[in-house]
């Protein structure tokens, strides 16, 4: 995505305030790559891996490849591997995620992305995919949506309209970078079928909901396993982690001059105000997020 790239981006902020992925939602992708009678535990590669949250995690696998067009994120991921003291053998690749020609015919056991698959062009992705992958290999990947407070659902149509409304000064919808943020809001339904596009080189795909009651439309929602416990301040650091905020600011700098604060601490304070409503004016200085997550899984023939 173009706004990670800019020299303004600040991913050491980025880094440190997402959220993480629960430990839950690895051994479920591993526990469903280790189901192939052939599979193999040998390469691993994380496409679009940032700063490589996901990457550090494929512990199972003795080479991980991160990938990612972003060289600042490329640092912030080498440095926290680094610190991590990690055995496994790392490489981080410069590179889009539909150019894998570095990577041999048949060479690679398992190919994740973790909230970055919005960005991709699936149609040259999945033939290249199909030529990495050996026979039983896997392709995982995820996206979370919306955040939620969990113990405010109220104010659920607040974040809404600050995350998703068309105003042009009052919210951050018109801001993100489409369609990629559309394709993220709907669970990845719009990602082209692997089996579709190729579907002689892939067999069993499943997309999984892990969305709970946010989404009843969606097909067996499971419940949501992606949640974080923060401090209101955390909160706030988060909210400035959004790149439709940076372009927001982009476009209107005088914003951040503004004596009540920007249009994340207006946003912020607004969420302050509601919870401590709801709790009968208890002040709480940790809350609970969660975020529902959408989860993708093929199995190279």
């Known amino acids: 995505m173009a706004t990670f790239s800019r020299s303004a981006f600040n991913t050491s902020v980025y880094h440190l305030s997402r959220p993480t992925y629960p430990r839950q939602l690895y051994e479920f992708i591993f526990k469903h790559h280790g189901q ?62 539909e150019d894998l020609s570095f990577l041999e015919d048949g060479s690679v056991d398992l190919i994740v992305t973790a909230q970055a698959g919005h960005w991709f062009d699936w149609g040259k992705l999945w033939p290249e995919a199909a030529r990495v992958l050996r026979p039983g290999g896997s392709v995982m990947f995820w996206n979370y949506s919306e955040f939620r407070l969990t113990s405010y659902p109220s104010l ?25 943020r559309s394709i993220l809001a709907n669970h990845l339904l719009d990602i082209p079928k692997a089996t579709d596009v190729v579907p002689d080189k892939f067999t069993d795909w499943q997309h999984i909901f892990f969305t709970g009651s946010h989404y009843p439309d969606l097909p067996n929602p499971l419940p949501v396993i992606m949640r974080k416990k923060m401090t209101w301040n955390d909160l706030l650091t988060y909210l400035r982690s959004w790149s439709s905020l940076h372009t927001f600011h982009e476009k209107y700098p005088e914003d951040l001059k503004r004596e009540d604060g920007d249009i994340a601490v207006r946003f912020w304070k607004s969420l302050q105000e509601g919870a401590r409503g709801e709790s009968r004016g208890i002040e709480e200085d940790q809350i609970e997020l969660e975020w529902p997550l959408a989860l993708i899984m093929v199995r190279r023939s």
């Open 36 to 97: 192939a009678k052939n599979a193999r535990w040998d390469t691993a590669v994380d496409l679009g891996c940032g700063t490589g949250q996901a990457t550090t995690e494929l512990s199972p696998f003795k080479h991980i490849i991160g990938v990612d067009p972003s060289a600042k994120m490329l640092d912030e991921a080498r440095e926290a591997t680094k610190q991590l003291g990690l055995s496994n053998e790392f490489k981080y690749i410069q590179s889009s995620a």
């Open 156 to 180: 659920t149509p607040l974040i809404t309209a600050y995350a998703q409304g068309t105003d042009l000064k009052s919210s951050l919808g018109p801001y993100w970078q489409q369609p990629g």
